[in-house]
């Protein structure tokens, strides 16, 4: 099955702590994001990769990091610089050109600090 | 650039056609026009895209005006189940930019 893997659906951080949020896709894609989600509000663009070995920032960066060695993965790590990381975590990828506009989301990763 | 602009919330009644428009003012040339749904603790998930006039589906239609700046997602006969929130993020010319998300339209549907 074709798709994209977020993992772990739920996650407790103490206060202080850094932790990394898994996201993998088997879609070929070129182009993955995060997002944050707070409740009963819309996403919001933390870090996204057009390629593998580069990132930008999106709206809200400050106290997050980002990788992208592989093609496959595009992992997010909440630093203890982030102040409120409670919230709702969302991973996304799609196709690069044409009309390959369509992104595929995982199911979320719900983080709460402790 | 500004997000796209869409009402907060709607109500209808199972059965209803609904229509709910976007504004893309600030709309690149080369952008499709997306639609996406969530519900609840799940990421959204992709509906429906079109560059102009109007696109059908086997879940919705949209309709884009010439100018598209608005379009249109209509929901034919909504059923109890299609209560979620719907977004019309900026950003749909591939994976070369971004998607920005707003903050939807949260449509409640009630029996």
């Known amino acids: 099955d074709g798709g994209i893997t977020q993992s772990p659906k739920y996650l407790f951080r103490k206060e202080g702590q850094n932790v990394t949020l898994s996201c993998e896709q088997n879609?070929?894609?070129?182009?993955m994001y995060w997002y944050r989600q707070d409740p009963g509000q819309g996403l919001r663009l933390i870090y996204y990769?057009?390629?593998?070995?580069?990132?930008q920032k999106g709206d809200i960066a400050e106290g997050y990091s980002v990788s992208r060695e592989k093609k496959e993965s595009f992992p997010l790590t909440v630093t203890s610089a982030q102040k409120n990381p409670t919230a709702f975590y969302l991973c996304?990828?799609?196709?690069?050109?044409?009309?390959?506009?369509?992104?595929?989301f995982g199911q979320g990763t719900r983080l709460t600090v402790v | 650039l500004a997000k796209t602009t869409q009402p907060i919330s709607m109500d209808s009644y199972e059965g209803q056609e609904v229509n709910i428009t976007c504004s893309h003012n600030n709309i690149a040339t080369n952008d499709y026009i997306t639609w996406y749904q969530q519900f609840p603790s799940q990421g959204p998930r992709f509906i429906i895209q079109g560059y102009k006039t109007k696109v059908t589906n086997e879940v919705a239609s949209l309709f884009i005006p010439a100018d598209r700046k608005s379009s249109t997602l209509s929901l034919p006969r909504v059923s109890l189940s299609d209560t979620a929130v719907y977004y019309c993020p900026r950003g749909g010319s591939s994976g070369n930019t971004p998607l920005v998300f707003g903050k939807g339209t949260r449509l409640s549907v009630i029996a």
């Open positions: 990769s057009q390629i593998v070995n580069d990132f």
């Open positions: 996304a990828s799609r196709g690069q050109g044409g009309r390959n506009t369509e992104a595929f």
């Open positions: 879609l070929n894609h070129d182009a």
